[in-house]
């Protein structure tokens, strides 16, 4: 996937462990969200929706 050029809706499912943590398997996305030098509307293209 590329955040950058997604168009469709988007839905993420995600779970946590331990203390709120994120499983091994959403660390690259956590961090490439988090990532400071991102522009504030980085996702404002996207229709997205959180479980």
Known sequence: Y???MER???VV???TTGTGDPPDTAR???KEIQDKTLPADFLAHL???LL
Request: glycine share 6%; no cysteine.
């Open 2 to 4: 590329d955040l950058k």
């Open 8 to 10: 469709a809706p988007l």
């Open 13 to 15: 499912v995600v779970s």
């Open 28 to 30: 690259k996305f956590v």
């Open 47 to 49: 229709r997205y929706g």
